[in-house]
């Protein structure tokens, strides 16, 4: 079988089977599982497939069938432009999860500017993404962030990685968790802390802003999500509880007491939570609440600061 023969089954069967981005799934496992890229295929896409190699991709064909997400079966998934492990004990990083990365650089940026004014925050755009610099960068207490519910530690990471000097710190409740997410620092070479612990359970100290992807799904809702998540993702990093707020209840409950004066709290929400969850911020005592939208007009950030 040649590398086009067998792309153009596996997206046919993927199609089948129900799988929207079928091409992209065939395409992304053919190279993972031969090694070839782009050029070589447009050049020696009708070549044979070796022997060796069919074999592995035909099962790799068969497990995305069934439904298994292509980036458990490569074992990577790209968040903020940085390539992330991934297994079936981590939520799967999204696109729309950036949004809550792409608005803490912005605040770790303006804190940075306030207490430094001389450093300069490179490629800095509207959602303050950039890298601190100047001669001063770094100077005094190092700004902390905590990332509650961290799973494969994608958010915590991407800021540590675009933001040098930061101290960062991620829990999360299953260990098998926090092993990949200390597995893609290694790989990143990003300096970070992880701790087990069930959201405030064993955290310590302040911190100037905190970030979480808590599992927010209703519970009546995950029995329709697609087979690729409600088979294949952790229920732990999708259980909201009935309403899907019973994280957002404890973490916004308690996160006063570990933000510095001047601190923020930042989560991610569903698209319908938006009014929820800033009615809790409000009602534990954060000024300056506001709902952040992603690309497609929908509420993906609630944030608030601590009361001074």
């Known amino acids: ?34 090694g070839i890229d782009r050029l070589y295929y447009s050049l020696n896409g009708g070549e044979e497939i070796p022997e060796g190699q069919l074999a592995g991709l035909e099962e790799l064909k068969e497990k995305r069938c069934s439904r298994i997400p292509v980036q458990q079966l490569i074992g990577e998934a ?8 991934v ?5 799967i990083p999204r696109q729309d999860t950036e949004v809550l990365a792409e608005y803490a650089l912005g605040v770790l940026a303006e804190k940075t500017d ?72 290694a790989r990143l ?14 955290v310590e100290g302040t911190y100037d802003l905190i970030v979480s992807n808590p599992p927010y799904i209703a519970r009546k809702v995950i029995g329709s999500l697609e087979p690729e998540v409600r088979k294949h993702e952790p229920i732990l990093a999708l259980d909201g509880g009935k309403d899907g707020l019973d994280f957002y209840r404890r973490i916004v409950g308690q996160a006063a007491e570990y933000l510095e004066y001047d601190g923020e709290l930042s989560v991610e929400i569903g698209y319908d939570q938006g009014e929820a969850v800033s009615a809790l911020m409000k009602e534990n005592g954060f000024t300056d609440v506001r709902v952040i939208r992603d690309l497609a007009g929908l509420d993906r950030v609630a944030a608030g600061k601590r009361r001074g």
Not at 78 to 85: A, I, K, Q, R, S
Not at 87 to 91: A, C, K, R, S, Y
Not at 136 to 147: H, T
Request: glycine share 12%; net charge negative.
């Open 87 to 91: 297994n079936e004990h981590v939520l």
């Open 78 to 85: 790209w968040f903020m432009g940085y390539p992330f492990y």
């Open 114 to 185: 306030k207490r430094n004014p001389d450093i300069r925050v490179e490629g800095q755009g509207e959602c303050g993404l950039g890298k601190a610099t100047g001669k001063n960068a770094g100077a005094g207490r190092p700004l902390r962030v905590l990332d509650l519910c961290t799973g494969s530690g994608c958010i915590l990471l991407s800021i540590l990685k675009e933001m040098p000097g930061i101290s960062g710190t991620g829990t999360d409740i299953s260990l098998e968790a926090l092993a990949v997410a200390e597995e893609n620092a």
């Open 1 to 34: 079988m040649t590398y086009r023969e067998w792309l153009a089954q596996a997206a046919e069967c993927f199609s089948e089977r129900g799988i929207e981005d079928s091409g992209p799934d065939a395409w992304l496992l053919l190279s993972h599982g031969t």
């Open 189 to 202: 070479g990003a300096e970070a802390s992880f701790l087990q612990s069930d959201l405030w359970e064993r």
